[in-house]
C-alpha cells in the first residue's frame, strides 16, 4: 500500500510541531524518518495513527484521501503501529494479547483459541517472527515482546506499519533480528515506517530516508547517497562531532569501591548479584547492558537510594553502605538519575529551587532556617550562563525547558557540589545532539579534574564513547569487564548474556 | 469556543500583544495590561467569579422558591414590569440583609453617626463575622499547609477536637493568673491537635497507611473519645446531666479585643499571626521549602537527600497543631465549654476555605472571611426574610464547587487560558 502524507501541519498553540509535512512511502518500501527528539517525529505519526487532527494537509492510501477518526479507524484502513513502549498485557498469553480486541470467536461469542494460535503460527513463520504463542508476556525478553507487538499489527492485517524507535530497547543481535523481520515484511509488499534518530540503523536499514528538524522536513535521501557526518548535519543542522574528543585517562588511587554488592527490589528478587567493581580518580567505567540489568539498582545502591543487602560500598576508604542519600552526596558523591523527570527535578518548581534541591539549608543559600531568596535567584541566573541552560530566566518553572535543557540543569546541580565520585545512569537518554555533545564533556571534565565516573548507559555508542573501561551488566552480574576497543559484537554479546570467555571466542 | 460567541475574554485576546490600543511597537500601557489580565482564567479572577456566579445560583434559588416571586412571574404576561419589580425588591432584601447581617448596617451606622450612641449595635456584624472567621483561618491555614505539600488532612474534625479538650482540660483544670494560664490554654489547644496529626503522620511514614483514610477514621475516634470522656466526673460539668464539660474560669479565656460587648477576641489576632507565619514559612523557611518539594515530587525529593519520611511527620503534625488551635480558639474565645460534637463544622470547613484560598495563608484568610460573611449574614437574612439560611450554605457549595474547577469557570465566561504555572489543579497529587 502507498502512504502519502502532504502538507502535514499540526500546531500546539504557538508550538508547530508539524509544518507542512510531505511524506512519501512506496509499496513494499522501508522508509526511514530520522530526526532528534521534538523535531516532530512523533506528532506526524500520531497525525498519522488517528491520535490527533491535522490543522491542515492531507493523507492518501493509493491515492485515495483518507481521514481517520481514531486509531481503530486506522487500523481498519491498514495502518499499523508498534509504540516505543509496548500496549502489551503482562499476564496474558502471547496468543492472548495479540488477538484482544479482535478476537476470532465461534459460535455463542467463545473465543476461538485454535483458530488464534493457527493465524498466529502461520504469520510467525511467514515473517520469522519466532514466539511460543503460549509464553506469558511477562515472562519475555523484550525482543520477544517486540515480536508480539509486530505480530499484534499484522494480524490486523497491517500493510503499513510504523515503528516508533523500536531499537531503543533491544541488543545489538535482537537489532539485527529485527532487521530481519523488517524486510521479510517489506518483501512481501508491506510498508514500513521506521522512526528513529540512530544513523548506524538508517544506514543499515532504509531503502529511502526523511529527515526532519524542528517541525519541517529538511532533505529525503536514500542510505547510498548519504553518509553519517551528512546525516547529523542535517539532522542537527549544523556539523556535529559523532566521536566526543577525550585524552587517555590517567587514573589514580581507586575511589569508588563496590565490594560482593547485592541489592534486592521490592518483591525480594535478587536484582544486583554480588558486584565488585572498583572506579579510580579520573577514570569513566561505562557500565553497559540492555535495560533492566541491574544497572538502575546499582546506582541507586551507591547513592543510597536503595538497601544494600550485603556486600559494601567505600568512597576512598570511608564505608558508605546504606549510608542515607544525603551522606552520600555530602561524601562527595554527584548522582545524575536515569529519570530526570522523575528522581531529578521538581518539574512544577523554579529553575533556581531546582538547582539548589540538594543545597537548600546550607550556607550561603539559607541562614539558621531562613532561605537567601535573593542569593538563590542570583545563582541560578549565574548556572544559566554557566552550564549553557537556554531560559529567559531562572524563576522559570522546569516543566517549561527542553529535555535538554532540563538535564542540564541536573547536571548543574549536581556538578556544583564538590565531587568525588559521579554516577551517571542514562545520562543522555532523550536528549539532542547538542545536549548530548554538551553532557559528555562536562562528564570527561569530571573525569579529568580527577572525579571517578561511573556511567550507566544502554547506548552502545555511548558506552564506547565515554567509558575507559566497559563493565558489562547482564542479570544483576557483571559478566565481564573489557577495554573500549573491544568489537560491539562482543559487546553484544556480553549483553546477551555470554561470558567473556566464550564471547572472546566469537569471530 | 466558537468564534460567534463574543465575550470579554475573547474580544480580549484576540487583539495580539501590543497591538490593542495605540500604535504597533508602543509597550501596552497598564491599563491595558489590566484588562488581558481579567480576561484571562488566573486565580483571583477564576475565584472573583466563582462568588459571582455563586450569588447569581442563589438569586435563581431565592426567585423559584419565594411564592411572591412565583405569583408575579405567573402574571409575567400581563405585568411584566410587576414581576421584574418583585423579583429585584425580593433579591434586594435577601442580599441586602446577607451584607446587613455580616458587615454593617447603613441605617444603623447612620444611627451611631447622628446620635453618638448605638456604636455597639453598629459594630456588632463585622464582630461576628471575625469571631466566625478566627477558628476558619487557623483550621483552614493548618489543612492548607498540608495539601500545599501533597498530604491530605481530612481529619479536621478531629484535630478541632482534640485541640478543644486539652485546651478545655488545662482550661478548668488548673488555677494560674491570666498571663500563664492563657498561654497554656493555648499551648494545650497546639498540643492537642499535633497528637492528632501525629498520629496519622507515623502510621503514613512507617506503614504506607493513606493519610485520607487515617484521618477520616480519627475524626470518629475523637468524636466519640468526646462523648465517652464528657460523661466522665473530671469533664462533665458537676450537677448535670447533659453531657457537656465544664466551664473554662476568665483566665482562660481569650479577652475580648473592643469591649465586652463585641465578641471579637484575641483569638482573631492569634489566627491572624499564624497565617501570617505560615506564609513566611512556606515561603522562606527551609523547612517549608523541604515540604514543598517532597510535596510536588517526593523523588526528587528523596534523591536530593531529603527524608520524605520524617517531612510526612512533620507536616501532619503542624498542620494539626494549627487546626487545634482552632478548636482552642472557639473554647477559650466564645463557647468557654464544650459538648457533644463540638467544633466539627470548623474542621469541615477548614477543607473548603484551604480550598478556596488556593492553599495560601491569605487566600485562606480572605475565603474565612467569605464563609464566615455568608454564614453571619445569613443568619441575619433568615430572622429578617423568609429566606432559609441554608441558601447560603448552596452558595458557599456553589463557590467551591467553581473554585476546584476551574476549567468550568473558564468555559461559563469564556475567559482566555492563564499563561503556564498561574493555575494549579487543586485535586493534583490525590492519589498520592
Not at chain 1, 486506522?74 to 516505543?84: P, S, T
Not at chain 1, 513463520?125 to 523484550?142: C, S
Not at chain 2, 488581558?36 to 434559588?61: D, H, P, Q, S, Y
Request: aromatic share 6%; glycine share 12%; with cysteine.
Amino acid at each position: 500500500m502507498k502512504l502519502e502524507l502532504t502538507g502535514i501541519t499540526k500546531a500546539f498553540g504557538p508550538l508547530v510541531a508539524c509544518d507542512g509535512v510531505d511524506l512519501t512511502v512506496e509499496e513494499g518500501e522501508i522508509h526511514c524518518l530520522l530526526g532528534e527528539n521534538g523535531a516532530g517525529k512523533t506528532t506526524l505519526m500520531n497525525v498519522l495513527f488517528g491520535l490527533w487532527h491535522a490543522d491542515a494537509g492531507e493523507i492518501r492510501l493509493d491515492g485515495k484521501p483518507v481521514r481517520f477518526a481514531d486509531p481503530g479507524d486506522a487500523v481498519r484502513r491498514g495502518i499499523g503501529m508498534v509504540h516505543q513502549h509496548f500496549m502489551l498485557v503482562p499476564v496474558f498469553s502471547v496468543t492472548e494479547n495479540i488477538v484482544l480486541g479482535f478476537e476470532p470467536v465461534r459460535r455463542f461469542g467463545f473465543l476461538d483459541r485454535a483458530k488464534a494460535r493457527a493465524d498466529i503460527s502461520a504469520l510467525s513463520r511467514e515473517f520469522g517472527l519466532d514466539v511460543d504463542p503460549d509464553a506469558l508476556v511477562e515472562n519475555l525478553p523484550v525482543g520477544a515482546q517486540q515480536r508480539v507487538e509486530i505480530l499484534k499489527a499484522l494480524i490486523r492485517d497491517a500493510h503499513v506499519l510504523i515503528l516508533d524507535e523500536p531499537t531503543a530497547v533491544l541488543t545489538p543481535q535482537e537489532t539485527d533480528g529485527l532487521f530481519k523481520v523488517i524486510r521479510s515484511l517489506a518483501r512481501s509488499g508491506r510498508s514500513v515506517l521506521f522512526i528513529t534518530h540512530k544513523l548506524k540503523e538508517v544506514l543499515a536499514v532504509a531503502d529511502r530516508i526523511t529527515v526532519m528538524r524542528l517541525g519541517k522536513v529538511v532533505g529525503h535521501t536514500t542510505p547510498t547517497g548519504t553518509s553519517e557526518a551528512e546525516l547529523a548535519t542535517m539532522m542537527v543542522g549544523r556539523s556535529v562531532e559523532l566521536v566526543v574528543s577525550k585524552q587517555e585517562a590517567n587514573p589514580g588511587p581507586p575511589v569508588l569501591e563496590l565490594e560482593d554488592l547485592s541489592v534486592q527490589d521490592a518483591r525480594g528478587l535478587t536484582v544486583v548479584d554480588h558486584v565488585s567493581l572498583a572506579v579510580r580518580s579520573g577514570e569513566i567505567v561505562a557500565l553497559a547492558g540492555v535495560q533492566g540489568n541491574g544497572q538502575t539498582e546499582l546506582a541507586e545502591a551507591i547513592t543510597g537510594l536503595r538497601p544494600i543487602t550485603s556486600g559494601s560500598v567505600r568512597l576512598a576508604g570511608q564505608d558508605l553502605t546504606n549510608a542515607t542519600p544525603r551522606q552520600a552526596l555530602r561524601a562527595g558523591i554527584a548522582n545524575i538519575p536515569e529519570d530526570r523527570q522523575v528522581d531529578g527535578l521538581v518539574l512544577s518548581m523554579p529553575i533556581r529551587d531546582n538547582l539548589v534541591l540538594d543545597v537548600y539549608d546550607q550556607e550561603p543559600y539559607a541562614r539558621f532556617g531562613a532561605r537567601d531568596l535573593a542569593r538563590v535567584r542570583e545563582d541560578g541566573e549565574r548556572k544559566l550562563t554557566e552550564f549553557d541552560i537556554r531560559a529567559t530566566s531562572a524563576d522559570l518553572p522546569v516543566a517549561t525547558l527542553s529535555g535538554g535543557n532540563q538535564q542540564k540543569v541536573v547536571v548543574a546541580r549536581e556538578l556544583s557540589r564538590p565531587v568525588r565520585v559521579l554516577v551517571a545512569s542514562q545520562p543522555t537518554r532523550g536528549l539532542d545532539v547538542g545536549s548530548i555533545e554538551y553532557v559528555h564533556h562536562r562528564i570527561i571534565e569530571e573525569r579529568d579534574r580527577g572525579a571517578a565516573v561511573l556511567v550507566a548507559s544502554s547506548e552502545l555508542d555511548e558506552v564506547l564513547a565515554l567509558g575507559d573501561r566497559i563493565a558489562v551488566m547482564y542479570r544483576g552480574r557483571i559478566v565481564g569487564v573489557v577495554p573500549p576497543t573491544t568489537s560491539r559484537e562482543r559487546i553484544g554479546l556480553m549483553m546477551a548474556g555470554v561470558e567473556m570467555a566464550v564471547a572472546e571466542e566469537q569471530p | 469556543m466558537s468564534t460567534t460567541d463574543a465575550s470579554l475574554g475573547d474580544a480580549v485576546a484576540r487583539q495580539p500583544h501590543g497591538q490593542g490600543p495605540g500604535t504597533a511597537g508602543v509597550p501596552p500601557s497598564w491599563w491595558w495590561r489590566a484588562l488581558r489580565w481579567m480576561g484571562e482564567a488566573n486565580l483571583a479572577v477564576v475565584t472573583f467569579l466563582a462568588v459571582v456566579f455563586g450569588l447569581f445560583v442563589g438569586a435563581i434559588l431565592i426567585v423559584v422558591t419565594n411564592s411572591a416571586t412565583l405569583h408575579a412571574w405567573g402574571n409575567f404576561g400581563s405585568a411584566p414590569g410587576h414581576a421584574l419589580n418583585v423579583t429585584f425588591s425580593t433579591l434586594g432584601g435577601a442580599y441586602g440583609a446577607l451584607f446587613c447581617g455580616s458587615i454593617f448596617s447603613p441605617s444603623a451606622v447612620g444611627h451611631a453617626v447622628s446620635t453618638g450612641s448605638g456604636w455597639t449595635a453598629a459594630f456588632t456584624p463585622i464582630s461576628e463575622t471575625l469571631v466566625s472567621a478566627t477558628p476558619l483561618i487557623l483550621a483552614g491555614t493548618g489543612v492548607a499547609l498540608g495539601f500545599a505539600t501533597g498530604v491530605f488532612n481530612i481529619g479536621g474534625q478531629g484535630q478541632v477536637i482534640a485541640g478543644a479538650l486539652a485546651a478545655t482540660y488545662v482550661g478548668f483544670g488548673v488555677h494560674l493568673p491570666i498571663g500563664i494560664h492563657l498561654p497554656l490554654v493555648v499551648l494545650a489547644g497546639a498540643a492537642g491537635g499535633a497528637v492528632a496529626g501525629f498520629i496519622p503522620g507515623i502510621l503514613k511514614a512507617r506503614t504506607g497507611a493513606h493519610e485520607v483514610i487515617v484521618t477520616i477514621m480519627l475524626n470518629y475516634i475523637f468524636l466519640y473519645l468526646l462523648d465517652y470522656l464528657l460523661t466522665t466526673s473530671p469533664l462533665q460539668q458537676p450537677g448535670q446531666s447533659n453531657a457537656i464539660s465544664q466551664t473554662v474560669p476568665t483566665t482562660a479565656r481569650l479577652p475580648h479585643l473592643f469591649g465586652s460587648s463585641l465578641r471579637v477576641n484575641l483569638g482573631l489576632i492569634i489566627a491572624l499571626a499564624v497565617a501570617a507565619g505560615a506564609s513566611w514559612f512556606m515561603r522562606r523557611s527551609t523547612l517549608g521549602f523541604e515540604f514543598k518539594v517532597i510535596g510536588a515530587n517526593p523523588s526528587a525529593g528523596k534523591t536530593a537527600g531529603m527524608d520524605a519520611r520524617r517531612a510526612t511527620v512533620l507536616v501532619l503534625t503542624i498542620s494539626g497543631a494549627l487546626v487545634g488551635l482552632a478548636g482552642m480558639s472557639t473554647l477559650a474565645g466564645t463557647d468557654f465549654f464544650i459538648a457533644s460534637g463540638y467544633g466539627g463544622g470548623n474542621g469541615f470547613n477548614a477543607i473548603t476555605v484551604a480550598l478556596l484560598g488556593r492553599n495560601r495563608p491569605i487566600g485562606v484568610v480572605l475565603g474565612s472571611l467569605l464563609f464566615a460573611a455568608l454564614s453571619t449574614g445569613g443568619r441575619y437574612m433568615q430572622a429578617t426574610t423568609s429566606i432559609p439560611l441554608d441558601l447560603t450554605s448552596v452558595i458557599q457549595a456553589v463557590i467551591v464547587f467553581l473554585v476546584a474547577t476551574p476549567a468550568l469557570v473558564r468555559e461559563i465566561f469564556r475567559l482566555r487560558e492563564a499563561g503556564a504555572g498561574k493555575i494549579l489543579l487543586f485535586t493534583k497529587g490525590w492519589g498520592g
